[in-house]
C-alpha cells in the first residue's frame, strides 16, 4: 500500500529553528523531504542540522532575517536555491512579549506584529506566488490557541495570531484552484526550550496544565506530527483550517 505521508524528496521550506519549527524539520525530513531551514540563530541551525544527520535526514541551513519584506523574499529565493522550487512550506516564526496591555510600549506591539504576522505574509505571498506557478504546495502556518482565546498579558501576540487566522483563509480560498493548501496548526500549552524557564516559576506549569483537559502540557513533536500531516498528500482536501493541538484547551 503506498504510504502517501512520505514526503520522497519534494523541496521544503520551513522558517524558524526555535522548538516547533525545530521538531518539525526534523519530522518533515525523517519522511525524506528535502528541508531548507530558515533562521537567524546559527548555533539553532547547527543543532538541527546535526540531529538531522544522525537521523538520516536532509537539512540545509540558511540564516537570514525576516523581520523585513526586502529579507522575506531573498531568504526565500536563496533557500529555493538550496532545495528547489518549494512544494511545503512551514513558518514558524513568532515572538511573545508577556505584558499586561497597558504596559507595553510602541516598539514592542510594532516588533511582535512584524515578526509574528508581517513576516507569515512576506514569506506566504512570495512561496504562494511559486506554489501557484507549479499549481502544487502544501503551506502551514503555526498560529496558537491565543489566537481563540483572551489570555491576559497576550494581547500582541493575540492579535497577530488571530490576524494569521484570517489571512491563511483567505490565501486558501485564492490559492484552491492551483492546487495550494494553506492551512495552520494552532498549539496550546507546549513545553520547549524557550518556555521551560517561565514554566518552572511561580507555579506557572502546575497552572496552565489544570487548564488543559488532558492533563498535560504538550510536546514539540505533537504539533510536528500534525505539521507532517497537513504537508503530506492525506491533507490534499483539507484547506483553510486551523488545527488545534491542544490537549482541549480549547473547549473549557
Not at 514526503?7 to 525524506?32: E, H, I, K, N
Not at 510602541?106 to 505571498?125: F, K, V
Request: include cysteine.
Amino acid at each position: 500500500m503506498q504510504d502517501w505521508l512520505t514526503l520522497d524528496r519534494r523541496p521544503t521550506l520551513v522558517f524558524g529553528a526555535g522548538g516547533l519549527g525545530r521538531a518539525s524539520a526534523l519530522s518533515l525530513a525523517a519522511q525524506g523531504a528535502r528541508v531548507a531551514l530558515v533562521d537567524a540563530n546559527q548555533e539553532s541551525l547547527d543543532a538541527v542540522v546535526r540531529t538531522a544527520k544522525g537521523a538520516g535526514g536532509e537539512v540545509k541551513p540558511l540564516v537570514a532575517d525576516v523581520r523585513t519584506a526586502e529579507g522575506c523574499r531573498a531568504a526565500v529565493s536563496e533557500a529555493v536555491g538550496l532545495v528547489g522550487t518549494p512544494q511545503v512550506f512551514l513558518h514558524a516564526v513568532g515572538r511573545n512579549v508577556r505584558k499586561p496591555v497597558l504596559d507595553q510600549d510602541d516598539a514592542e506591539w510594532q516588533d511582535t506584529l512584524t515578526l509574528n504576522l508581517s513576516s507569515a505574509w512576506w514569506l506566504g505571498q512570495a512561496v504562494g506566488r511559486l506554489m501557484v506557478k507549479q499549481r502544487y504546495g502544501r503551506m502551514v502556518f503555526v498560529s496558537s490557541v491565543s489566537g481563540l482565546l483572551a489570555h491576559p498579558h497576550h494581547a500582541p501576540y493575540a492579535a497577530t495570531k488571530g490576524g494569521m487566522n484570517q489571512m491563511l483563509r483567505v490565501m486558501a480560498s485564492e490559492w484552491a484552484q492551483y492546487g495550494v493548501t494553506v492551512n495552520a496548526v494552532a498549539p496550546g500549552y507546549i513545553e520547549t526550550d524557550l518556555t521551560k524557564a517561565y514554566l518552572d516559576k511561580d507555579n506557572h506549569r502546575e497552572s496552565l496544565e489544570s487548564l488543559v483537559p488532558a492533563g498535560r502540557l504538550g510536546r514539540p513533536e505533537e504539533v510536528a506530527d500534525a505539521v507532517t500531516f497537513l504537508a503530506s498528500d492525506r491533507a490534499r482536501f483539507i484547506t483553510g483550517q486551523v488545527l488545534y493541538i491542544d490537549g482541549g484547551r480549547v473547549l473549557v
